[in-house]
């Protein structure tokens, strides 16, 4: 029997690395997320807002309810998250003198706001959201500054140990688009126009608030309501 010639072998060796090769280009794009886009002004459905108010941490019957609306490409946001939401969650949320409520109002100038917002609410499906929402901030100079950020997002959900495949049909579908778009509105209908703004006992409160600031609204609310002193 004849053996194969070394130019022979050469060509066979060749042609089966060819055959490998396309064989991982077409399993790398079987696998590869599809394109992720976040669309804005879309039409509010009742689904949308169903059961949902926003991101909300704090005993149900606190007395008093602090809402932040914020764009998670907002550098004041980040701030505020950083160095002042510590302290009021510590100092007031787990008190119990404080319901504390997150909303999304992405502002037209940042690309990548909505897409963050959505990040967040896949994250809140596997039972993350705060940690997402930390973590969104804590890095938001690194994907912020990127024509592409969706890579971004995911490697940060992939570091908080989501569920890519789950994240990943959640973020192709869209699906919270319109729960962003029906928090947008429910800030602009309250008269936001600029993040962060605190929307406290009625009243806007418009930048990055100190933690004292917002104590002190909170004391001054829990003065106002506390029950007046029996006459003797």
């Known amino acids: 029997m004849a053996s194969a ?5 050469k060509r066979f060796y060749l042609l089966l690395a060819l055959v490998a090769a396309a064989g991982v280009a077409a399993l790398a794009l079987l696998f590869r997320p599809s394109p992720v886009s976040i669309p804005a002004n879309v039409t509010v459905q009742a689904a949308d807002t169903a059961g949902f108010r926003g991101y909300v941490v704090g005993r149900a019957d606190a007395p008093i309810e602090v809402t ?10 980040a701030s505020f998250d950083a160095v ?4 009021v969650k510590q100092r007031l949320v787990e008190t119990g003198r404080v319901r504390f409520r997150y909303r999304d109002f992405p502002l037209d100038g940042h690309k990548h706001s909505r897409l963050a917002a959505h990040a967040a609410a896949c994250a809140d499906e596997q039972g993350k959201y705060w940690e997402a929402h930390a973590k969104i901030y804590e ?3 690194s994907w912020s500054p990127r024509p592409e950020a969706a890579g971004a ?16 049909a959640c973020m192709t579908s869209a699906k919270y688009a ?10 602009v209908a ?10 406290i006992g009625g009243r806007l409160y418009p930048g990055a608030l100190p933690y004292d600031q917002i104590r002190k609204v909170v004391d001054s609310l829990a003065g ?3 029950p007046a002193p029996a006459a003797n």
């Open 190 to 199: 309250s008269g936001v126009g600029s993040t962060p703004t605190f929307l």
């Open 224 to 226: 106002a309501t506390a």
């Open 84 to 87: 002042q939401l510590p302290d």
């Open 139 to 141: 890095t938001q100079g």
């Open 153 to 168: 997002m995911r490697g940060l959900m992939k570091e908080l140990g989501l569920d890519l495949g789950a994240y990943d």
């Open 5 to 9: 010639t070394p130019a022979g072998l």
């Open 68 to 77: 932040e609306y914020g764009d998670y490409q907002c550098p004041a946001c």
């Open 178 to 187: 319109g729960r962003i778009q029906a928090s947008y509105q429910e800030a």
